[in-house]
């Protein structure tokens, strides 16, 4: 594809104010249907952007695919990918509208990677449970791009950049993991303590992404005893490095919550200001 035929293409977007890119810490499933300092905030999220999303496009941590896929289905279902909750949160229908056409303008702005359209996918609860408190009359389209589990890091944070056109196009663009994620050392209790290396690791991404040093943040493994124990699989990690691929060297991180929940599980969110 030569630059004409991208500019061509980013150019049908409806043109509007530029949209931040955010990182979504989501966390347990229940909190798609919990009021709590969370969810609160989440709907103040959506009321200081600088106007409602003409589209919403979130890298979640739960599609996980070989090889980059992205959401074509024009009214995409509500995925309840979990089990052993209340039934109520099975009941929980999130029905926005896809973005069939933007999901294959997307497509063709990846120029380091085929893209797969799949129209079998849905809105996993990485997308639904926060979208729900941010915008919960489902009434802005939303898709998604899959994570090629099978790269490393650097592909991901490289792949992200080539979405930055959509900025500019009033699409928000959202990473939804968690920076510290080990379900093995979570805590169901409430007001559980945090462990302390969860709050270290947490601390040093802050840190880390005040400074803008990214490419730390991209090799997280070589971050010590504190990230091992914080990122024991990477799937929940890697919607942060997209995050990260999408901010220009310019602007500046906002956090806009955190909070460690179940001891283990931090739910920062932040975005770009």
């Known amino acids: 594809m030569q630059l004409n035929d991208l500019r061509n293409i980013t150019n049908e977007f409806k043109h509007s104010t530029r949209m931040p890119v955010m990182f979504i810490g989501h966390g347990n499933p229940m909190n798609g249907i919990l009021e709590n300092d ?67 303008e997307t497509k063709q702005l990846i120029t380091s990677t085929q893209v797969i359209e799949d129209g079998h996918w849905g809105l996993d609860h990485g997308s639904w449970t926060v979208l729900k408190h941010m915008y919960p009359l489902a009434d802005i389209p939303v898709y ?5 589990y099978h790269q490393p890091p650097e592909y991901h944070f490289k792949l992200a ?37 969860a709050i270290a690791f947490d601390e040093t991404v802050k840190k880390k992404l005040e400074q803008g040093a990214f490419n730390d943040l991209v090799n997280y493994h070589t971050l010590g005893r504190e990230a091992q124990l914080s990122i024991p699989t990477n799937d929940h990690y890697l919607p942060m490095i997209y995050t990260l691929g999408l ?18 599980i931090s739910m920062r969110c932040f975005k770009t200001a």
């Open 161 to 197: 950049a080539e979405l930055k056109a959509l900025r500019d196009k009033g699409v928000l663009i959202m990473g939804s993991g968690n920076i510290v994620h080990n379900l093995r050392q979570v805590v169901f209790t409430d007001n559980a303590k945090p462990f302390d290396w």
């Open 38 to 104: 969370f969810t609160r905030a989440l709907g103040k999220m959506g009321k200081d952007l600088p106007q409602p999303p003409s589209a919403i496009l979130v890298i979640s941590a739960h599609w996980l695919t070989k090889g980059t896929h992205v959401l074509v289905a024009p009214q995409p279902e509500t995925i309840h990918d979990f089990g052993g909750f209340p039934e109520a949160l099975y009941a929980v229908q999130y029905p926005a509208p896809g973005a069939p056409e933007l999901a294959r």
């Open 247 to 264: 901010v220009d060297k310019q602007e500046e991180i906002q956090f806009t919550y955190e909070e460690i929940q179940n001891g283990s």
């Open 144 to 148: 998604q791009l899959s994570i090629d």
